[in-house]
């Protein structure tokens, strides 16, 4: 159970803004001064008209438009500081959760909702920003003004301020009753439209699919039910907040019968005169908006607070792939790999990997062959450290790769998936990918070895044009031939390859094929063979059941041996 606010977590990032702040506090003061002057001013121009003194009633009408310009001034600062260190914050707090999603491991991604994820990303913590704006640029002031307010009502009269404030407890714990409502409600508002962003995201990811099966009734519906899950949510905190203001609204009015009552005692008693008591009730007219606001802010902070736990719930998460404390730069690689006793389960019930020792060399290629489930993916999946073993060692030229950082670890590993992804932006800046600076000829190099220079030139803005959301203006063949000049331009001693012809027609198969074998020559090459036709030419093919190496190989030895993998080739050309 939850015992402390997460907005504590916020605190190290108002320190960098803490002069700002303090500006904006600076004119919050200046602000909050004049509201007791200006229930004063309505005393006096009361009496100014009582007894008909025009001229005494324009210099209060004079001191009145001087001090509006002064306070109009001071609250022009407040706005526009608060809103500018809100604004920053909630930019230091985005970036910081972006970068720490970076941080996380593949296993995280692969249980976490997209949707979910961009709206704490956007939403949520848009939604801090304006708590922090709210606290100093409302509720900070709202609190001061009723500080000075009160004490001037104190001044003018104690009994009568007194009586006025005996609802006040009574305020206090339904305040806090209905924030405390609020904020679980906020929660699972916020909770069911991440699940209704995260629909989205799958949706229109998958809407080929959808339209192939004619699933489109049946995501409508998918799509309805979560809709109105968010609707109840919602409703449920629109309907707190509502009772919050009939509720409260309800004592001040009270309040405001019994000051009246009040009042009307204490002049009969000679303790307050008229013009005492029209300052007076000017002084809680000045009341009413600050505990309006205090009220609608409580329930606001209580509604964000939902969005503060979803964010540093996020930021706790730790990554389970880490560098050590000084890990050392991997020097340029000869390629050489091994593999020592290797175990890996993604959990602990299900072993991957059983003890898998394994001897790769320089410019060696090694072809993976297996049914699904058997650990191909996983073992190449080890190399870059997308994920870390149980037990066991991983060696690059002798070197264990969790010795070294990851940037330069992955810098010298290149990979071709079988389905290539592509950004939005420029096919130059596809090829050139996580490259900050490049220069157009080295891509245009890139881009020729791997047979995409051509079909590159025929578009009307060349290596400028824009490629659209997942690539969808360009071909299978052309995709792959992109990532191919990505891994050409990354120049990685050691290559992985996942089948990146299984799924192309014969005239791209060539010309990636063609690009591939420019591609893989003196480099360590690991390839996860989907399509055995692909891999005889490999040094080694190594055959994977259950985690362990069963066979492994030339393409000849092994059809002439037999077993598991004359098998596999005889059931693919069988017919």
């Known amino acids: 159970m939850k015992t402390r606010s997460t907005y504590w977590q916020i605190l190290p990032y108002l320190r960098p803004q803490k002069q700002t702040i303090g500006k904006a ?111 100093f640029h409302q509720f900070i002031p709202c609190v001061l003004q009723l500080i000075a307010v009160l004490g001037y009502m104190i001044y003018l009269n104690w009994q009568l301020t007194l009586g006025a404030l005996i609802i006040a407890p009574l305020m206090a714990i339904l305040i806090g009753w209905f924030g405390e409502k609020l904020l679980s409600y906020s929660r699972q508002s916020q909770n069911r439209i991440s699940d209704l962003s995260a629909l989205l995201t799958e949706v229109f990811s998958g809407i080929r699919l959808i339209k192939a099966f004619v699933a489109e009734d049946y995501e409508i519906a998918r799509f309805a039910e979560e809709a109105e899950q968010n609707r109840r949510a919602k409703y449920l905190s629109e309907r707190i907040k509502a009772l919050q203001f009939v509720v409260v609204g309800f004592l001040e009015a009270m309040s405001v019968i019994l000051l009246f009552f009040l009042g009307g005692w204490q002049i009969s008693q000679g303790n307050l005169t008229g013009i005492q008591f029209m300052s007076y009730i000017a002084g809680v007219a000045l009341l009413i908006d600050p505990i309006a606001i205090t009220t609608a802010n409580y329930g606001d902070f209580k509604q964000g607070e939902a969005s503060s736990d979803r964010i540093f719930e996020l930021l706790a998460i730790q990554p389970t792939v880490v560098e050590k404390p000084g890990a050392i730069e991997l020097p ?102 996580g490259q900050s ?55 990685p001693r050691i290559l992985i390859l996942d089948e990146a012809t299984s799924a192309l027609d014969s005239e791209s198969e060539s010309l990636v094929q063609e690009a591939l074998e420019r591609l893989m020559r003196d480099r360590t090459v690991f390839i996860i063979a989907h399509r055995l036709a692909t891999v005889r030419r490999a040094d080694r093919i190594l055959v994977l059941e259950k985690g362990r190496i069963v066979e492994s190989g030339t393409h000849e030895e092994l059809l002439e041996k037999g077993s598991r993998y004359a098998g596999y080739y005889a059931q693919q050309f069988s017919q």
């Not at 490049?438 to 079909?455: G, W």
Request: glycine share 8%.
């Open 25 to 135: 506090l600076a004119c919050t003061v200046v602000f909050t001064i004049f509201w007791p002057i200006i229930a004063w001013l309505v005393g006096e121009t009361g009496k100014f008209i009582g007894n008909g003194d025009l001229k005494g009633f324009a210099q209060i009408a004079a001191l009145s438009a001087i001090i509006f310009l002064i306070r109009g001034t001071a609250q022009y600062g407040q706005d526009t500081l608060m809103a500018k260190a809100a604004l920053t914050i909630a930019l230091e707090i985005r970036k910081k959760v972006y970068a720490h999603l970076h941080n996380l491991n593949l296993g995280y991604f692969e249980t976490a909702k997209t949707g979910d994820l961009s709206y704490r990303l956007t939403e949520d913590i848009d939604r801090i920003g304006e708590v922090v704006n709210k606290f």
């Open 332 to 433: 340029h690689v000869t390629g050489k790999v091994e593999y020592r006793n290797i175990n890996f389960a993604y959990n602990s019930e299900t072993p991957i990997l059983q003890n898998m020792s394994l001897l790769v060399l320089p410019g060696e290629m090694i072809a993976l062959v297996g049914a699904s489930g058997a650990g191909k993916t996983t073992l190449v999946n080890l190399l870059p450290r997308f994920y870390d073993p149980q037990a066991g060692q991983i060696l690059i030229d002798g070197i264990d790769i969790q010795d070294v950082t990851l940037n330069t670890l992955r810098r010298q590993i290149g990979i071709v998936p079988q389905e290539t992804i592509l950004f939005s932006g420029t096919i130059a800046q596809n090829i050139a990918f």
């Open 437 to 491: 600076y490049y220069e157009l000829k080295d891509v245009q190099k890139a881009a020729e070895i791997a047979n995409a220079h051509q079909f590159i030139s025929q578009f009307p803005e060349g290596y400028q044009t824009w490629v659209g959301e997942r690539g969808v203006n360009l071909s299978g063949g052309q995709k792959q031939r992109i990532a191919i000049a990505r891994a050409v331009l990354l120049d």
